[in-house]
């Protein structure tokens, strides 16, 4: 069977040693990164944060693809050129975090929905002719007493759905990302079981859906200890109750799982990374594991850069050594 389009790009994006930078923080996300390292969220410092990252060069090694958020998109960078030709020029394939960000569930006092479903058909095909060729929507689930609930797991898992047949028939690959957030003190065997319980209604409801699981990737959390947990599961449990969930969970015929780093320590992050890829390769895995990390691989540079011009370099070399270890990870490398 002739491969699809949409499977095509699919497998660029999890191709061997790479993975995805995911610098499509909302504005109000960006603006606590900033706040952080003392810097004001103008629309210039956006820019000049996000070129220096796009512009820093041979990223494509280890970088297949970025997620922009919709200011982004359409930015020109300092020189007046869009911010989008620095990716494209070393062949970074472009995606657009198409979601409309967390909203309250009604009736509940803890759970949330996403929106963004109002008018997407239309964004969609503004994105695809602004260059981008894959999209994320993301959802989350919060573990706590009585949470996730099947209301919330259904609707948002109703949700993804809807989005990935728009976004297929738009041309565009779908990411679809629910994440069970490390955020409490829950057991690694309670994100296990909320994680299960999440991924089998989502693919479920892809199914039921009609989406082509083949054109789709996954973007989703690690089973990890709540980050307030007393005893936090170690790389190895994480790496060996993260690849049975999705063993129990993911078909065949999706191509990749592209993790988000979620709010763990950079080195955290590579290191349950490198332990998940090695149990998906003891396992033959039918689908790629690799990353889609906004924090993992942005903390570092956002440090190094301050928002001064004079950081540029120093920061672009953060971000190179961060990918350069994340890509190690992703295959399974990292030194010990
Ligand atoms: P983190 O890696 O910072 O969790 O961000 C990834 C992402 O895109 C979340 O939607």
């Not at 210039?44 to 990252?53: P, Q």
């Not at 069970?180 to 989502?202: F, I, N, P, Y």
């Not at 039921?208 to 990737?217: H, I, K, S, T, V």
């Amino acid at each position: 069977m002739a491969k699809s389009a949409l499977r095509e790009i699919g497998e660029k994006l999890v191709a061997p040693a790479k993975g995805i930078l995911a610098a499509d923080e909302s504005s109000s996300t960006i603006k606590r990164r900033f706040d952080a390292i003392g810097v004001e969220s103008t629309e210039a410092n956006r820019r000049n944060y996000r070129e220096m990252l796009f512009t820093a060069k041979n990223m494509s090694q280890y970088i297949s693809g970025v997620i922009l958020y919709d200011e982004t998109i359409k930015q020109n960078g300092a020189s007046g050129t869009p911010l989008t030709k620095g990716l494209k020029d070393q062949n970074v394939i472009i995606g657009i975090k198409v979601d409309g960000g967390l909203k309250p569930m009604p009736g509940s006092a803890v759970e949330q929905y996403s929106e963004g479903l109002d008018g997407l058909p239309d964004r969609l095909a503004q994105y695809s002719k602004l260059g981008a060729q894959f999209t994320k929507f993301r959802v989350v689930f919060t573990v706590g007493a009585g949470t996730p609930t099947d209301r919330c797991i259904e609707e948002n898992a109703r949700t993804l759905a809807r989005y990935a047949t728009l976004s297929q028939a738009a041309g565009l690959v779908p990411m679809v990302e629910p994440e069970v957030l490390m955020d409490g003190s829950h057991s690694v065997q309670e994100c296990q079981d909320a994680t299960k319980r999440v991924l089998s209604e989502v693919f479920y409801r892809l199914v039921r859906d009609g989406a082509d699981l083949g054109g789709l990737l996954l973007k989703t959390n690690m089973v990890l200890s709540g980050s307030e947990a007393k005893n936090r599961a170690v790389s190895r449990e994480v790496g060996e109750r993260t690849i049975q969930t999705f063993l129990d969970t993911v078909p065949a015929s999706v191509p990749g799982i592209l993790f988000l780093s979620g709010g763990q320590g950079d080195d955290e992050a590579t290191v349950n990374l490198n332990a998940c890829v090695n149990e998906a390769n003891k396992a033959h895995a039918p689908w790629q594991v690799s990353f889609s990390y906004g924090r993992g691989l942005q903390a570092a540079p956002q440090k190094a850069w301050r928002g001064l011009e004079a950081n540029k370099e120093a920061a672009q070399a953060a971000f190179l050594e961060r990918s350069r270890l994340t890509s190690l990870a992703r295959q399974g490398k990292l030194p010990r």
